[in-house]
């Protein structure tokens, strides 16, 4: 299984990115994917997360309302549009795959220890 992550970067704050995630070696559209970051010196937490059929998603306090999580599953691609971008936003972010169950929490869907397979990640700077 291969997760590659691409489109981070250097942005000022109130900027706008667009993450990608292309994954290989396993159905796609049987797995639940999720977007993660890590900062210097902090826990790696959920950000977002969205069920194999995109039709639950699941998103941080912290970033309700500025991100949008989203996949194209005839594409094997997931995508985090990050809007509104602050300098709290600063981290490695990291994309993962699980394979979909049922009746999963909120805490389940954002928990890193959940996901099986992750990318090695792609930086993103939001400048002040």
């Known amino acids: 299984v291969q997760v590659v992550e691409s489109g981070g970067g250097l942005v000022q704050a109130g900027g706008s990115l667009r993450l990608s995630c292309s994954v290989t070696g396993l159905t796609f559209d049987d797995y639940m994917m999720g977007w993660f970051r890590q900062a210097p010196g902090k826990e790696r937490e959920g950000v977002a997360s969205?069920?194999?059929?995109?039709?639950?998603?699941y998103y941080a306090d912290s970033v309700k309302g500025r991100f949008t999580i989203s996949r194209e599953n005839a594409k094997n691609t997931l995508y985090l549009q990050m809007d509104g971008l602050k300098p709290e936003d600063t981290a490695m972010y990291y994309c993962a795959a699980v394979l979909w169950t049922p009746f999963m929490t909120t805490a389940e869907a954002l928990g890193a220890s959940s996901y099986n397979y992750w990318g090695q990640g792609t930086q993103v700077t939001v400048s002040s």
């Open positions: 969205i069920t194999w059929s995109g039709g639950t998603t």
